[in-house]
């Protein structure tokens, strides 16, 4: 019995992993490499600000560090076409302008105010991941722009036969 078990519990747990790492198709796009580099940078500079004695900002990377890593599983499994409900352009969108602000004000204040290594270190990663949260929001913005446009184009012309061929009572 031992000998029949033995094969099975090894594709489970190989499969399993797999499935929670993104696609290779999808960590090879933009937006997978830009959730990466946040998760990454997100998570260098919370263990930065753990290690310095700017500890009291290590909040604001662990928070950008799960919702990356959430967005991020989101993304890479496709979660997110199954709840329609969210709108998951703006809420990412939304996240990258308050992390880039975030980032830029406690670096500033890492780098200014603490005078370890670890509290520069820190800012200086938080400088990045400004960077490129900035980058993302800025790659967001455009998409949702491009999209508004067409959404925009699409529903007015409805909109105009239904307004000209209705009857109203504006007097």
Known sequence: MGDIEAPDQTRPRQSVLISILPSKEFASSRKGMLLIAEVTLSFVSFVCFVASSAAAFLTAPLLEFLA???????????????????????????????????????SI?????????????????????TIVFALDFYV????????????????????????????????
């Open 68 to 106: 990356a890593l959430f967005l991020l599983f989101a993304y890479s499994t496709k979660f997110n076409e199954r709840f329609k409900g969210f709108h998951w352009p703006l809420m990412d969108f939304l996240r990258c302008v308050s992390a880039s602000i975030i980032y830029f004000i406690i």
């Open 109 to 129: 204040i890492a780098v200014s105010k603490y005078v370890d290594g670890a509290a520069k270190a820190a800012g200086v990663f938080g400088f990045i991941a």
């Open 140 to 171: 967001i913005f455009n998409d949702l722009a491009d999209f508004l446009k067409q959404g925009g184009e699409s529903n007015d012309e409805p909109s105009r036969r239904q307004g000209d061929s209705s009857d109203s009572d504006s007097d």
